[in-house]
Each structure stands twice: as structure tokens, then as C-alpha cells.
């Protein structure tokens, strides 16, 4: 029993040091008041972003694709998510524009229109993963803000107009904060999810993700990760596929495969450190689990990247 009551604290605790995580990678990008025919384009991003519209309407979408664009309105907050190429324009269908062009369109004497926007780091591989777990993409509209988060859009939107002295410090501090709860609204928002980012809103599977992450090369048999969420083997296997959609083996895999993709992609590791790391006996090992869910080799996806 004591165990039991303990859960919830440490599961808490565990999700805190990620928000904490998030907000210490916030980091102020661009601002400013948009006129004339703009487009911000952004192109394969290295980081996770932000985007607050504070004054005027825009559209949102992706180039070369077919998915429709998206209005938005003063008020609207976009998380974009690492390497999703995306564009904010006064036009629904853009014209192709480089970053380096950008401040030709920044003249906030001229304000019609305006955008804040923000990189997030991932200050370590845990955080990193769960930004893999995200949504490519997330639109939360004012209207379905919480409180909390309409009056912070609300503060940076003044500071961002009135522009005293001492404003982008200050928006730089909002932003921490909008940071978390955009996350932490991600994570808990009752809205159909699959696989281990719904595990995230599971107060039994939360830490066991977590730990998961922190430790892909551990031991994760079922046995070991019923004992983890203070669960019997069978109710834990039932209570994952029930939140997952996903075997207990299969959350494993699906967990692993975000770190090697993560690792593939941002470092030179060879591949018998990854393998290692991810608790695979050699490359060969690795590589076979890698193409099964891939479907291409670890070293085809690393040069193609």
C-alpha cells in the first residue's frame, strides 16, 4: 500500500523535471509587425517551434504539399515540430522566400499584421524523444486556451505592441512559461492519441515512458515493467494496449526508434555505440530492428537525413 500512494507523487515529479526541461530550452527567435505581401517560410528546422500570432489574421501551412492551409487569428499559438517544413502568410498560398528576406517585410511602424516566434531546444535526449512523440504539428485557437494560457498569449501580445524598454526580456520569460503549458495541454489534452504519447496520459504508464526513455538499453521485459507501474503482468499488458493501441514489447520498440532516429540524425555515432545503447548485442541486431519498423537500413536513413 505504501508503494501504491507513492505512485502519484513520484509520476508527477518525473513529468515536472520534463516541463522544467522545456522551459529552460525556450528560446526567443523572431518579432516583429508584418506588412505588404509576407511569408515566413521555415525549412526543415533543426528545433521545435513556437508561433504566436498577435496582431491581424494569417495562414499557415506547408509548401509542396496538398494539405489545406490553415487561418489563423490574433490570439492563436502554433507548435511546430522539429523538421516540419512550414510557412505563416498573408496569402493562403505562398511564394517561396528565404529567411535572408525576412526583414524586408519587418516594419512595425507599419503594423497590419503580427508574429512572435520561438525555438525550443531539446536540452537533453529525453526531452528530445518527446518531441519526437508530438504531433507534427499543433494549433491550439484562442477560444480553446486554457485561462492560464489565453492570459499569457495576451500579456506577450502587449509587450510585443507597445515595445517599452526591457519587452523582449519579458516575453523571453512568458515564453518559458507558455512553453510548458502548450506541453503540458499536448500531454494531457483529451483529444484521440496513439502509441506512447498517449501512454503520456496514463498516470499508471507516464513514468514508465519516461523511464523508458531516459534508459532505452535497459531491461524492458514485461515482467520488469509491470513491477515499474505497480501492476501485475497481465493487468499492465492489458492497461498498455488499451491506452496504446500497442503490445508492451511493441512501446519498447516504438520508444527505442524515436532515440536511434534521434541519434542517427544529430551525431556521429557509430553504429555499435547506438546499438549498445539501445540494448542491442551488435550492429547487426540494430540494424534488422531498425529496417523492420523503418524500412530502410539505419546507415540508408543517416546519409539520406
Given at each position: 500500500m505504501t508503494e501504491t500512494t507513492e505512485q502519484p507523487t513520484k509520476t508527477t515529479g518525473t513529468v515536472d523535471a520534463l516541463l522544467n526541461q522545456v522551459a529552460q530550452g525556450t528560446e526567443f527567435h523572431f518579432q516583429s509587425g508584418l506588412c505588404g505581401d509576407w511569408t515566413l517560410m521555415a525549412e526543415e528546422p533543426e528545433k521545435a517551434a513556437l508561433h504566436l500570432i498577435t496582431e491581424g489574421n494569417c495562414w499557415f501551412g506547408f509548401p509542396s504539399s496538398q494539405a489545406a492551409v490553415t487561418e489563423l487569428h490574433a490570439g492563436d499559438i502554433i507548435f511546430v515540430n522539429q523538421g516540419i517544413s512550414h510557412f505563416l502568410s498573408d496569402q493562403p498560398i505562398p511564394a517561396h522566400i528565404s529567411e535572408s528576406d525576412i526583414p524586408n517585410f519587418c516594419q512595425p511602424e507599419h503594423q497590419q499584421n503580427g508574429v512572435v516566434c520561438y525555438d525550443i531546444n531539446s536540452p537533453s535526449q529525453t526531452t528530445d524523444t518527446v518531441f519526437r512523440l508530438l504531433p507534427p504539428w499543433v494549433i491550439l485557437n484562442q477560444e480553446h486556451q486554457a485561462n492560464e494560457m489565453r492570459?499569457?498569449?495576451?500579456?506577450?501580445?502587449?509587450?510585443?505592441?507597445?515595445?517599452?524598454?526591457?519587452?523582449?526580456?519579458?516575453?523571453?520569460?512568458?515564453?518559458?512559461?507558455?512553453?510548458?503549458?502548450?506541453?503540458?495541454a499536448v500531454i494531457t489534452s483529451h483529444q484521440e492519441l496513439k502509441g506512447?504519447?498517449?501512454?503520456?496520459?496514463?498516470?499508471?504508464?507516464?513514468?514508465?515512458?519516461?523511464?523508458?526513455?531516459d534508459e532505452p538499453g535497459g531491461n524492458w521485459s514485461v515482467e520488469a515493467m509491470a513491477e515499474k507501474v505497480y501492476l501485475s503482468p497481465s493487468a499492465f499488458a492489458d492497461r498498455c494496449q488499451k491506452q496504446t493501441g500497442m503490445a508492451p514489447k511493441k512501446l519498447v520498440d516504438q520508444l527505442r526508434l524515436q532515440r536511434a532516429r534521434m541519434l542517427l540524425t544529430n551525431t556521429t555515432l557509430p553504429l555499435e555505440l547506438i546499438a549498445e545503447q539501445l540494448g542491442y548485442q551488435s550492429a547487426t541486431a540494430f540494424s534488422r530492428f531498425f529496417k523492420r519498423y523503418q524500412g530502410v537500413s539505419a546507415s540508408h536513413f543517416r546519409n539520406d537525413d
Open positions: 492570459v499569457l498569449i495576451n500579456m506577450i501580445r502587449s509587450e510585443t505592441k507597445t515595445g517599452q524598454p526591457g519587452s523582449q526580456a519579458i516575453v523571453q520569460r512568458l515564453s518559458d512559461v507558455l512553453a510548458i503549458h502548450l506541453l503540458r506512447p504519447l498517449a501512454a503520456l496520459q496514463d498516470r499508471h504508464l507516464r513514468t514508465l515512458v519516461l523511464a523508458i526513455i
